[in-house]
């Protein structure tokens, strides 16, 4: 009973969320037309970068104002082409597409027809047929505008979309930057700026993430939650349905097995539905069924003066609960052990653009190492790749780059199965008092949001300094030893670790995961004994570290990610050569050595900690 006012309460949270942000799903209601491909483009170099605004370039063809190129949507832009002054932009790009759009779309008056952003990088303004309709800041969550009323105005011309792109970072922004005017004019040319960035990842621009038209009918499903539990073998599916554009409507909620079958429905807006028998999801390398989901299918009805409306939405649904203790993290009630990967949404050409063959490649990649989970390092991933690990059982810590952008990340990824914890920031300064208060405000906010999943931030600094750390749920401490502290001094690994983790359990009595550590190596260079930047040096810090996680994972660690998965592009700078170069995989996802090694070791602890019984312990591939 407790257990089941535990799940309403927690629902009634989660729900304070505002409106909806369902992925766009085709069904029988609901129709897509994506708009990847070529996009036109021109970046506005005028000196002032504010051309495009004055001469209003969204009234016209972009062609008709100004010399165009060819450009892919989703990619980043800034290493499509052979101009340096393109890749180091910073200022506005301007992006158009014409679309025509189904006869039927615009006649039927009872359709809603929505234009929907993935992600675009860092400011966006829309227009369509040169009138504005939305804008947004913010480089890694989705945005979307309601455009029927006006392309029903003229439909017999197609329907131009502009979206004009601003990549400039400030201290406002997230992640943060600034811009420096160099006004010494014996040193710089008139004028002359740059962008000051304070992180260690590129600052890639552009339309990131798929554009897409859906429609919906007029009375439709705005929003799903669900928020799940089990008690024996019974499932229990707490969920709430928010419906836009009538004030009643007839619902059927109906929860189907993954082949098909109907194991719990309901007729009510809330409830709660119980499956009997509950498959759970379970994480990759955990459980011989990993990532079983059903399916919730939300068919609405309702009905006005003019027409009937039927809108059909499908979600899918994993059955898992999350729970953390003084030393470890329970995924449905079992210890659960991160052993797995930092990642970055980075790869040639792209930059930052989200392409299919690298989604799947990556996956190989992460199953191939016997890696069972990752962190969104260091913003929101997109939901494409979230909706693949709800698939493959791969376990998410979600990270947001802060405050502002946290409720549209619980928002968006609130029912992933995947997500099993929320990090609120990575490395944030917090040993001064007001900074403490303020992420102590940070981790009770997310909590408030979402009371499922625990909630914590990433550091790096001095377990004595740290003054937030009391409010997380579980600590998480990235460390670079004998790299950035002690260069060089593989021997110091072990008694510095070994101090970490215990000053931090001391002190805190929390979980613990390291949540980065490694070392850069640049692929193909070598030396023995170990140098910096060679591979083995990478081996040998990798081995260091393995060594005390395996003594104190039986305590209190409760994971270890490796920083990084891949190499990754960062600005040009006197310590990264051609980027930064901790992947234990190169930038084209071919295995440095380290690779093998963690190899050898994900596949060791999966059948260590992965529950699995004797007679399907995994042999590690070759
Ligand atoms: C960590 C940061 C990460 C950097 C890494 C490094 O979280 O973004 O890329 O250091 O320097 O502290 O390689």
């Not at 990619?75 to 932009?89: C, E, K, V």
């Not at 966006?124 to 979307?144: C, D, Q, R």
């Amino acid at each position: 009973m407790l257990r089941l006012l535990w799940l309403f309460a927690v629902l009634d949270a989660v729900l304070l969320l505002d409106s909806g942000m369902l992925f766009p799903r085709e069904s029988s209601s609901r129709e897509l037309k994506e708009l990847s491909g070529l996009w036109v483009f021109r970046a506005d170099k005028s000196p002032n970068r504010n051309q495009g605004f004055e001469r209003a370039w969204y009234k016209s063809r972009l062609a008709e104002t100004g010399p165009v190129i060819d450009m892919p949507v989703p990619a980043s832009y800034n290493d499509i082409t052979q101009d340096s002054t393109l890749r180091d932009f910073i200022g506005w790009v301007w992006y158009e597409r014409e679309v025509v759009v189904p006869t039927r779309w615009i006649t039927d008056e009872g359709t809603r027809v929505v234009l929907r952003v993935g992600s675009a990088h860092y400011y966006s303004v829309v227009w369509v047929n040169g009138e504005k309709v939305t804008e947004h800041a913010g480089g890694h969550l989705p945005f979307e505008a309601e455009i029927g009323s006006l392309i029903r105005k003229d439909p017999a011309r197609p329907c131009r979309i502009t979206i004009a792109v601003n990549n400039t970072l400030t201290l406002e922004t997230l992640p943060p930057g600034s811009i420096q005017h160099m006004n010494d004019p014996v040193r710089y040319p008139e004028g002359y700026f740059v962008q000051n960035i304070y992180f260690d990842f590129f600052n890639y621009a552009g339309i990131h993430r798929p554009v897409l038209l859906y429609t919906t009918p007029k009375v439709y499903v705005d929003d799903i939650t669900v928020v799940t539990d089990f008690l024996d073998n019974t499932g229990l599916v707490r969920y709430q349905v928010s419906v836009k554009g009538a004030a009643t409507a007839t619902l059927k909620v109906t929860l189907m097995d993954k082949d098909g079958h109907c194991v719990a429905s309901s007729s009510e807006a809330s409830g709660l539905l119980k499956v009997v028998d509950v498959k759970l999801w379970w994480p990759y390398l955990m459980h011989k069924n990993p990532g079983y989901l059903y399916s919730m299918e939300v068919r609405l009805m309702a009905a006005d003066e003019r027409s009937t409306y039927e809108d059909v939405y499908a979600l899918p649904v994993g059955i898992r609960s999350v729970k953390v203790t003084n030393t470890q993290f329970l995924i449905n009630n079992k210890p659960f052990y991160f052993h797995g990967v930092n990642k970055h949404e980075d790869s040639d050409i792209r930059g930052k653009g989200l392409d299919w063959p690298l989604i799947v490649k990556d996956f190989n990649l992460i199953k191939w190492l016997g890696a069972n989970s990752f962190r969104t390092s260091h913003y929101p991933y997109a939901e494409e790749i979230l909706q693949m690990c709800d698939r493959h059982g791969i376990v998410v810590i979600d990270e947001c780059p802060g405050l502002g952008v946290r409720c549209l990340l619980v928002r968006r990824d609130k029912n992933h199965p995947s997500v099993v914890m929320w990090s609120v920031a990575n490395e944030p300064a917090a040993e001064m008092q007001p900074a403490a208060l303020y992420f102590k405000t940070l981790i009770t906010h997310t909590k408030a949001l979402d009371p499922t999943r625990p909630v914590t931030y990433i550091t790096d600094s001095n377990y004595a300094r740290d003054k937030g750390a009391p409010y997380v749920d579980v600590v998480c401490v990235n460390s670079y030893f004998s790299w950035y502290h002690d260069p060089g001094h593989l021997e110091v690994i072990p008694i510095q670790l070994n101090a970490q983790f215990e000053n931090w359990y001391g002190k805190y009595q929390k979980p613990i995961i390291q949540s980065e550590y490694g070392a850069d190596a640049v692929p193909g260079l070598h030396s023995d004994p170990p140098m910096m930047f060679t591979e083995e040096y990478q081996n040998a810090v990798l081995r260091s570290y393995h060594d005390i996680f395996d003594q104190k994972r039986k305590q209190y660690v409760v994971g270890e990610l490796i920083w990084n998965f891949a190499d990754f592009m960062t600005a040009q700078g006197i310590t990264r050569v051609v980027g930064n170069k901790k992947g234990i995989f190169t930038r084209q996802r071919q295995p440095k050595a380290g690779a093998f090694i963690l190899k050898e070791r994900y596949w060791r602890l999966a059948n260590e900690t992965g529950r699995l019984p004797p007679w399907t312990k995994y042999p590690c591939p070759l």
